[in-house]
């Protein structure tokens, strides 16, 4: 059978996996048995303790939301990343009209300490445009897949953006100041005949108006033969890594030119392609280590020092499949579509279909904790897979110190998980919950029988309204849940 690479992401790829290997062993979701390990119901209420830790519950409260209200949505305007700066000061979006969107968070009020700073529109700039590749006859869409951060070594912000084909370097300066009294061209920038120059004059800089730049310093293009799905940056701030769905390939920030290929799982003969590479990810402090995952349900760990290229991997990790809970959409759920290094780098999390699982390091065999994140789907399964939600790409977050884990869901629910505290709670974006400050109440899903008063229906749940992509500030709790065309940030509540 042959498999057509020209189709928009990853999703579609599984989908002629699923009928291409149907007879492979795949792995999937189980709940792992041991005294660290838990497994969370869905649809539980409470409060989470958030980046800070400590015993009080962190209360929720609506921040702001981007965005237009209209229901007609552009396709363009959907937007397909959020990510914060590593200071928290800058957060950015990308859309799939190629646009990328930067908020930068306003100084506290003195006069309302209890209130964050609200995020405001920084800078907007177009990062790729719509291109067509005429030797494949392959459309190459403008949507941005993900953006990351570098971190600040200036005044300036560097930033790298990729749709499926082409990295974008980009650089966000800011500009208060102007030169003024040119020798050789007039204030309006027209070249001054040199005969009427007779005076010698030095320029001066006059303010003027606070001026945000973006102007892209590299453009790495042609190196990916299929749709790139991750990049990441190392902690040496030297190199970064992307990845497609058969290759992972090794970049120089300041070399565009070329890049070292580090993963290939190509074979030979395309009809013997069993998985696809679905995310990864450095780790945040070791530079010659980094994870990749897989449409299989496993992590593979690489050591770049170990080789050249990474064909062999220093660590699997995988979980036991129970015969139990095996089914014709096993392999599609346990494809894992996120996976995430703590801040620490002692742990790493994976998000499949269903669930939210912590990777220990040191213990391959099986996570050390799991968490449903939507279980009550479980028998939705065919539907969903009739409607091609099963094939949605459902990205997680760590809080600032590793305690909470955030993950999306549908009807515009998204879930935290506390793992020191064992409490989890399932919370709404909603413009019905957007009064300034305003708590947001826990929300539950009712799965049969009688239906409590503030519980939603399970057959009630909005498929098209989803959370595909979060993002936690790295030093406070305040939260950016992306619902389609709209962003909302979330903060604690400050008494």
Not at 9 to 21: A, C, E, F, I, P
Not at 172 to 180: F, H, N
Not at 415 to 434: I, P, W
Request: net charge negative; charged share 25%.
């Amino acid at each position: 059978m042959c498999l057509n690479f020209s189709l928009n992401g990853s999703n579609h790829l599984l989908l002629s996996l699923t009928s291409m290997v149907h007879n492979a062993s795949f792995k999937t979701d189980v709940c792992p048995v041991g005294a660290r390990n838990c497994s969370r119901s869905c649809g539980s209420s409470g409060a989470v303790t958030g980046a800070g830790g400590g015993n009080s519950d962190v209360q929720w409260c609506f921040s702001q939301v981007k965005g237009a209200i209209d229901d007609d949505v552009a396709e363009a305007d959907i937007i397909s990343t959020v990510e914060f700066n590593h200071s928290g000061e800058l957060l950015a979006t990308g859309d799939k009209g190629g646009r990328v969107v930067i908020f930068q968070q306003e100084p506290e009020s003195k006069n309302q300490p209890q209130c964050r700073g609200e995020y405001n529109v920084y800078s907007t700039f177009q990062s790729h445009e719509p291109e067509f590749d005429y030797l494949k006859s392959l459309e190459i869409e403008e949507k941005i897949n993900k953006i990351r951060w570098l971190p600040q070594k200036n005044a300036a912000q560097f930033l790298l953006s990729t749709n499926d084909k082409t990295i974008k370097l980009w650089k966000i300066s800011e500009r208060d100041k102007r030169p003024e009294g040119y020798n050789l061209k007039e204030e309006d920038g027209r070249y001054r005949d040199l005969n009427t120059v007779t005076t010698l004059r030095v320029p001066v800089f006059k303010p003027m108006d606070l001026m945000v730049e973006a102007s892209p310093r590299r453009v790495f293009s042609n190196a990916h033969t299929y749709h790139i799905n991750s990049i990441s940056v190392n902690s040496d701030c030297e190199t970064y890594l992307s990845a497609d769905d058969l290759r992972i390939n090794l970049w120089n920030l300041e070399i565009n030119d070329r890049s070292f290929n580090i993963v290939d799982i190509k074979p030979a003969n395309m009809e013997e392609l069993t998985e696809v590479i679905t995310a990864a990810e450095f780790h945040p402090n070791q530079c010659n280590t980094f994870v990749y995952s897989s449409s299989k349900g496993t992590i593979r760990l690489c050591d770049m020092r170990a080789s050249a290229l990474c064909d062999k991997h220093a660590k699997q990790f995988e979980e036991p499949e129970d015969p139990n809970n095996r089914s014709f959409f096993s392999e599609i759920i346990s494809s894992i579509s996120d996976v995430k290094f703590s801040h620490s780098g002692r742990y790493m999390m994976t998000r499949d279909y269903l669930s939210v699982k912590i990777w220990d390091l040191n213990m391959e065999s099986r996570p050390v904790e799991t968490y449903q994140v939507h279980e009550y789907l479980r028998s939705k399964l065919c539907s969903l897979y009739e409607n091609d939600c099963i094939f949605d790409k459902f990205e997680c977050c760590w809080n600032g110190n590793d305690s909470v884990v955030m993950t999306g869901s549908y009807n515009n629910f998204f879930r935290m998980f506390d793992r020191g505290y064992r409490q989890d709670v399932t919370l709404e974006a909603s413009r019905e919950n957007s009064k300034p400050r305003s708590v947001l109440k826990p929300r539950k899903v009712s799965t049969g029988g009688k239906r409590k008063k503030d519980e939603i229906s399970v057959d009630s749940l909005d498929f098209n309204k989803k959370i595909l992509h979060t993002a936690w500030h790295p030093l406070d709790n305040i939260i950016a849940v992306a619902t389609t065309n709209n962003l909302y940030i979330f903060q604690e509540k400050l008494n």
